[in-house]
T-cell receptor
Framework: DQQVKQNSPSLSVQEGRISILNCDYT??????FLWYKKYPAEGPTFLIS?????DKNEDGRFTVFLNKSAKHLSLHIVPSQPGDSAVYFC???????????FGQGTILTVHP | EAGVAQSPRYKIIEKRQSVAFWCNPI?????LYWYQQILGQGPKLLIQ????????DSQLPKDRFSAERLKGVDSTLKIQPAKLEDSAVYLC????????????FGQGTRLTVV
């Protein structure tokens, strides 16, 4: 039962353009969503989060959008840089649910 | 601030052998998680501790996996006996509270069972 899904295994973007990574969830108990970035041979690193009381959260080049009715969130990276090339994981948890559930990940490649 | 420490970084064992992984969370973090990440998949929660008590171990294969967190700080995850399908990266993470905030991950232990 895949409660958090990232349907795009990979995404390729030109440097300077926008990267959009998508994530869908099914469990309506989730009310807290996070994005993690992972480089090879390292653990995931927290990037940005959003609570279900918001529909947008911004941190520098990174913006997360949440559409609760569609149970969908997305991560926008503008402008994309080659150093952003990594695997991006979407995760969901909640104040009443506890554990973090991860999606399968999307490999982002930003070309110079 | 020191991050989550894990050891060893890499381990190769034969099937049916046993193996143990160690984790030291960030100081003051009450919640500790062990995740299994199989190649090409997202991390899957094996067990979650709140201090030294188990909050969730619903996805832990209890016939071969065990974990403990003595004194609510360090934790050990053990596999006995190992199977080929246990080959994965085992990630330890910690967070300040049980719910509603981000978890910080260690570098992981890459286990290869041959």
């Amino acid at each position: 039962d895949q409660q958090v899904k990232q349907n795009s295994p990979s995404l390729s973007v030109q440097e300077g353009r926008i990267s959009i990574l998508n994530c869908d969830y099914t469990n309506s108990m989730f009310d807290y969503f996070l994005w993690y970035k992972k480089y090879p041979a390292e653990g995931p690193t927290f990037l940005i989060s959003i609570s279900s009381i918001k529909d947008k959260n911004e941190d520098g080049r990174f913006t997360v959008f949440l559409n609760k009715s569609a149970k969908h969130l997305s991560l926008h990276i503008v402008p994309s840089q080659p150093g952003d090339s990594a695997v991006y994981f979407c995760a969901a948890g909640g104040t009443s649910y506890g554990k973090l559930t991860f999606g399968q990940g999307t490999i982002l490649t930003v070309h110079p | 601030e020191a991050g989550v420490a894990q050891s060893p970084r890499y381990k190769i064992i034969e099937k049916r052998q046993s193996v143990a992984f160690w984790c030291n969370p960030i100081s003051g973090h009450a919640t500790l998680y062990w995740y299994q990440q199989i190649l090409g998949q997202g991390p899957k929660l094996l067990i979650q501790f709140q201090n030294n008590g188990v909050v969730d171990d619903s996805q832990l294969p209890k016939d071969r996996f065990s974990a403990e967190r003595l004194k609510g700080v360090d934790s050990t995850l053990k596999i006995q006996p190992a199977k080929l399908e246990d080959s994965a990266v085992y990630l330890c993470a910690s967070s300040l509270h049980q719910r509603g905030n981000e978890a910080f991950f260690g570098q992981g232990t890459r286990l290869t069972v041959v």
